[in-house]
């Protein structure tokens, strides 16, 4: 046995592997030191699972038992240590012997203190559960280390802490309105035993006239420097002129109380309103009616699953609801508010449900329903540090589009830059304006340049030009003419006076010169990306898919790299031998028949099995069959790639799936059915997001499965007594149940997940050129 | 959709350059507007419209010059003469106008729409040359993936649209127009303008009548195929069948 101490240890640390809380992993956060003769041995900070303690009955597991009451014990006993009030005065922490060997065995990952570049802290929001991100020197190993989740409602030393903090010194009006959470005992602990630099306390100094956005600093997004050499920190800090007379150490925050003092002043008469308001509401009369009138609804709507969920996912109203009766008055009536919500939500739960074969767990339906939370500007703009650079994951930002698109057009056209990659999402503020610099000039210089005042591109031929640049023309003139800007043929793009009335409605034969600046500079783009793309040249089509991205962005040399970029993944749409678009036909032919198989044999009695009339759909993205605003947000979804590069296909099979029944019972030939979906109007695009997202996670569940079945029938002659023994295979016994009724499964034989289908669980882009035609 | 014969739909194929106002012509026929701003076609789509014809092989041409208007054609001759649909009367069907794609790259996937066509119209720009010279290729184009029976006899008709312009902007002389049709095998031909609606449903009386004639002469070669009991099977196999 090799010994160590334990040095701190926290419990109900999750990670959460996937977006479904049914997948969460409970852990321990833990730093340790090994005893060794070396007195700069360095600490180490790990995460082990719970579980890892308790599986295997092998003759190990009285010590692994033993390890994990001596972490419980360890998790209450740093508790007890730790002082709400103390930021800098060094605690004295208990120190525990432990078997560090063991501890090896279960963790999941190691990182020594040394290594350790940053650590973010982010407090738990109603939303969120507040968590951590370490950040290592060596870039590579980030990977390793997943975002550690602080689940502060189920872990004791927290509501131990907690409740001592609320019997302490308990201020309703505290000025630090934020609960204690989990990451705040670690984040004291580290100052023990290294040196934390807080990088957002510079905001804070120097930027006391924006106290808002520096509390949100302060308060949201804590990163801190690990054992920082002067270099890091002024790389980070570069606002700080004296650096060098300061102490490098986390007490420097007193600078700006002055101005605290003065709003804290302010916030107390307002709040001593609102505490007379609310000291009427709690009188002794008054109370009770409330409660009484409440209550049932309130014990009602607490065993609810909805209400559960929201409560579960907000950790600041659960501890209220413990600890004050009088906050359950609030939450009753907050309860009410969802009352609605929450009653639509069982039917639509149920309709999904059905629909999906019950292959997908309430939880999963709750996570794809979840879309009410669009990404407004200031949760973006909180989202970068002061250099601009994103200081939450790119998964983590994606999730947030994923399920919920942006709020309007502002925040879009800065979210789109990142999504289309003209923007990486590392880049710093700084780097984005080079960039920009960069890709400005290679526009001009490379690209635009070579065709600008009548000139033939060098290595095309004069009627090749010609060519395209009339097919061009033709398209733009017809391009979403209902939008406002590109309405009116005049030179403002706007309706001035009566003669641009004339003007504009004069344009009304082929050979009319398009002057509205808008379209313009859409043809320019196109014309450019002839340039930039030879081999493709124009194709009809790329007009619909180049319009909402410069009627949101509004610039040409970012609208032509956004279009470069989509295009990189739309190429395969627009190839002279239809490869690529067929390729995604017979993929949804194939996805069809597996997960409908009753619409698919219908489509074939209709010689419909090709899936012509989804062409246009496909082709350009829904473009032609939503509304411009529903477009934005379906197109900002797709380009996630959050579940699969290819959601578009999930998304047009949420639209086969929902109307399935209308045509299996109304429509009998190929022409009915084109007609049919050529004509669908006023689609209810979140339905069919949700749906598409529920029909991934079966599509993916069905994969995993078939996979481990087949496994299991590969194995089966070896290892006869293997049989349903396997870890995965009695998990999925009801999807057994459920693919037998799908008529999928048949035990006696393999059913193969073609590799055409496999694609769809890959994220990567797939990307296919156009060859070169002469 | 291919094979498969549906008695009283005649189906119409409109084919030709990106731009040329197909779309425009199927809108102006079928629900009599126009508009500048239709998009461009993407995959395929199609209209229908209710006809009533004089059912005799001849050409005839009816009171309907000066009668544009009027939905139905030979309207007035089919209440006077026979109100039954015999063979010899006039005879309601409905007209199927296929709208599709006019850049070439998607001809791949237009040909799937082509077949069971029993009338194929050809587009071209009098103020664009190109897709004039196009034309024939179209026809080619047609011919070589529709399938069709017997393609010396398949009717097509020429439309030369856009005649509404200045005489200045136009680039395609009617001689020019009348020497390929001519070439090509006789094929109707008409100036038509979607926009000022110059000669739209006369041109589709044409069709519709050619389309009409085309049916019926399949409509034998069905029947005869289906009572030789040898030769059962059709092109597409007992699938297609839908009747």
Known sequence: ?774 | MSGGRKKNILKVIILGDSGVGKTSLMQRYVNGKYSQQYKATIGADFLTKEVTLDDSSSHVNNSNSNNNSNNNFNNDNSRTQHNNNTSNGSKTATLQVWDTAGQERFQSLGVAFYRGADCCVLVYDVTNLKSFENIKVWRDEFLLHANVSSPETFPFVILGNKIDVDEAKKVVSARQAQDLAKGLGDIPLFFTSAKSSINVDIAFEEIARSALQQNQLEDDMFEDDFNDAINIQLDNGPSSCQC
């Open chain 1, 1 to 774: 046995m090799s010994s160590g101490v334990l040095l701190y240890c926290k419990s109900k640390v999750y990670i959460h592997p996937t977006n479904r809380t049914s997948e969460n992993v409970p852990g321990f956060l833990i730093v340790y030191k090994k005893l060794s003769t070396d007195p700069d041995s360095n600490s180490i900070i790990t995460w082990c699972r719970e579980d890892a303690f308790q599986t295997s009955p092998s003759s190990r597991s009285n010590n692994k038992k033993n390890i994990l009451s001596q972490l419980l014990e360890a998790d209450l006993e740093f508790a007890a240590k730790y002082q709400p009030t103390s930021t800098s005065t060094k605690n004295s922490y208990p120190t525990i012997r432990i078997d560090t060997s063991q501890l090896l065995l279960c963790s999941d990952w190691q990182i020594f203190i040394s290594s350790v570049y940053s650590i973010q802290f982010r407090v738990p929001s109603s939303w969120w559960f507040g968590s951590i991100v370490i950040n290592s020197k060596a870039k590579n190993i980030d990977d390793n280390i997943p975002v550690l989740f602080f689940h502060d409602d189920v872990c004791p030393s927290t509501k131990r802490i907690q409740k001592k903090m609320m019997m302490e010194n308990f201020d309703p009006f505290n000025k630090d309105q934020d609960l204690y959470w989990g990451g705040d005992d670690f984040k004291q602990f580290l100052t023990t035993i290294c040196d934390l630099q807080s990088v957002n306390n510079a905001s804070s100094d120097d930027a006391s006239s924006d106290i808002l956005s520096s509390k949100n600093n302060a308060r949201g997004n804590n990163i801190y420097l690990v054992n920082p050499t002067l270099e890091d920190l002024r790389n980070f800090k570069s606002n700080i002129q004296n650096l060098d007379k300061k102490p490098a150490s986390p007490t420097s925050k007193n600078k700006s109380t002055g101005v605290y003092d003065s709003l804290n002043k302010q916030k107390w008469t307002i709040l001593g309103k609102i505490a007379d308001y609310t000291a009427k509401l709690t009188t002794p009369s008054y109370v009770p009616n409330l409660l009484s009138s409440y209550s049932p609804v309130l014990e009602k709507f607490l065993n609810d699953k909805y209400v559960n969920n929201l409560l579960k996912s907000s950790p600041q109203l659960q501890q209220a609801s413990d600890d004050f009766e009088s906050a359950r008055v609030y939450l009753a009536k907050w309860a009410l508010n969802v009352k609605q919500e929450a009653e639509k939500y069982r039917n639509v739960y149920e309709n999904l449900s059905n629909d999906m074969d019950n292959m997908v767990t309430d939880e999963e339906i709750h996570v794809a329903l979840e879309r009410s939370h669009p990404l407004t500007l200031a949760k973006w703009e909180s989202m970068f540090d002061e250099q601009g650079r994103l200081n939450v994951t790119v998964h983590e930002t994606k999730d947030f589009i994923f399920h919920g698109g942006c709020e309007n057009n502002e925040v879009r056209r800065q979210v789109w830059l990142f999504l289309l990659g003209v923007y990486p999402w590392d880049s710093s503020k700084d780097e984005r304006e080079q960039l920009l610099k960069s890709l400005e000039s290679i526009y001009f210089s490379s690209y635009k340049n070579l065709w600008f005042g009548d000139q033939v591109p060098s290595d095309m031929t004069k009627e090749h030009w010609k060519d395209e640049v009339f097919k061009i023309d033709k398209d733009v003139k017809r391009n979403d003419r209902h939008l406002n800007i590109y309405k009116h043929n005049t030179e403002t793009g706007k309706l001035v006076n009566s003669d641009d009335q004339e003007m504009d409605s004069e344009v009304d034969d082929s050979n009319w010169v398009i002057i509205n600046p808008h379209l313009n500079t859409l043809k320019s783009i196109l014309m450019s990306y002839n340039v930039y793309n030879p081999d493709l040249g124009y194709c009809q089509g790329m007009t619909d898919l180049l319009s909402p991205i410069y009627y949101i962005l509004q610039d040409e040399v970012l609208s032509f790299w956004a279009f470069v970029n989509f295009m990189d993944r739309m190429e395969r749409n627009f190839l002279t031998d239809q490869s690529g678009i067929k390729e995604q036909m017979l993929t949804l032919a194939e996805l069809t028949q597996l997960m409908l198989p009753d619409l698919m044999k219908h489509l074939t009695e209709c010689d419909s099995s090709n899936l012509f009339f989804c062409f246009r759909m496909i082709l350009v993205w829904f473009k032609r069959d939503f509304q411009d605003e529903q477009i934005w947000k379906i197109w900002e979804i797709f380009w996630t790639d959050y579940y699969s590069s290819q959601f578009q296909l999930f998304f047009m099979l949420a639209i086969l799936q929902k109307n399935s029944l209308p045509v299996i019972n109304n429509l009998k030939s190929f022409d009915d059915i084109l007609k049919y979906f050529n004509d669908l109007k006023d689609l209810d695009w979140e339905d069919l997001m949700v749906r598409a997202e529920l029909l991934f996670i079966k599509f993916q569940k069905i994969v995993a499965f078939v996979d481990g079945q087949n496994s299991l029938i590969s194995d089966a002659p070896a290892n006869p007594n293997t049989t349903g023994t396997g870890t995965g295979a009695e998990a999925n016994i009801p999807i057994e149940d459920k693919l037998t009724k799908l008529s999928l499964h048949d035990p006696k034989k393999e059913f193969i997940i073609s590799d055409r289908l496999r694609t769809l669980l890959s994220k990567r882009i797939i990307i296919q050129r156009e060859k070169k035609s002469f």
